[in-house]
């Protein structure tokens, strides 16, 4: 793994002559307010051109990736059509299993509220040959599916590192990845959950447990708003520029532990991380 962190500094450094790579040991602070003792950060400054990390190690190590599979789902579901739009209606099963999960919902609704069951469906729908092909031309993560198809983000047969999260993102954020325009641009809207005069913030959380262990992700972008003073003719008639920034956190805690709502922690740290760096307010 050293060999493999040693050489991550090395791409990054030979992909690009103006990046740079900073580590920040003092963002582990944010982790250990909570006990959290293994934990990473990716933070992707594009205007910059620098990445900043917490834990290099962790940050190029493969986890599952739980529910923020959802927007490469998505994407493939949009894609293909087997979702023609963000309001495509899956009815509910009838098995109670959350409040919020248990009604019939669009794919905009069930990725807010991260619905397990019409996120199965739609990867049923889609197909295992399908999902392969796009997995396989996206490289996303280690691009293994396992034996089920409705469950393989979340049984630890697909993992993807914090470093290849924030790649992915950024290929979405600028239309790079193999998909329509239109598809990355309705995934784009739906991760958007913060909409300030400052700035915006999009994501995805994730949650998996393996053996006795939970793995909490949350994934995405934010856009730092700055208004500008020059004519608006040449701003294509808007007096703000967006600065993008690509993140990705994850950690480790006891698959039994009820001490934090890890919902709200994982959000609580992503904030101060952006906050500590200016990215946001």
């Avoid at 994730?206 to 003719?233: D, H, L, S, Y």
Wanted: hydrophobic fraction near 35%.
């Amino acid at each position: 793994m050293r060999i493999l962190a040693s050489f991550l500094c090395i791409v990054l450094l030979a992909s690009c002559a103006r990046t740079r790579v900073k580590e920040h040991k003092d963002w582990g602070r944010y982790y250990e307010a909570y006990g959290i003792k293994s934990a990473c950060v990716m933070l992707r400054d594009h205007t910059h051109e620098s990445i900043h990390y917490y834990n290099l190690k962790r940050c190029t190590t493969r986890y599952l990736p739980a529910s923020t599979f959802k927007i490469f789902n998505s994407l493939v579901a949009l894609e293909t059509a087997v979702a023609p739009d963000d309001q495509m209606i899956i009815k509910w099963d009838g098995v109670a299993r959350k409040p919020e999960w248990d009604k019939d919902m669009n794919m905009r609704e069930a990725f807010m509220v991260s619905n397990v069951p019409y996120y199965q469906e739609i990867a049923r729908r889609i197909g295992r040959p399908v999902m392969q092909h796009y997995i396989d031309s996206v490289k996303y993560g280690n691009m293994k599916m396992g034996p089920q198809l409705d469950r393989f983000w979340l049984d630890n047969s697909l993992q993807i590192t914090a470093d290849e999260q924030v790649g992915l993102l950024k290929k979405l954020y600028f239309n790079e990845l193999p998909f329509s325009e239109r598809a990355q641009r309705i995934v784009r809207s739906i991760m958007l959950r913060e909409d300030s005069t400052h700035y915006k913030l999009y994501y995805k959380t994730g949650t998996g447990i393996v053996g006795n262990k939970m793995t909490c992700w949350i994934v995405g972008f934010a856009e730092r708003i700055q208004e500008v003073n020059e004519p608006k003719e040449s701003m294509n008639k808007s007096n703000e520029r967006r600065y993008p920034y690509f993140f990705a956190l994850n950690f480790d805690v006891p698959a039994n532990d009820t001490t934090h709502d890890w919902y709200k922690v994982r959000l609580d740290i992503l904030h101060e991380v952006l906050k500590d760096y200016g990215a946001i307010k």
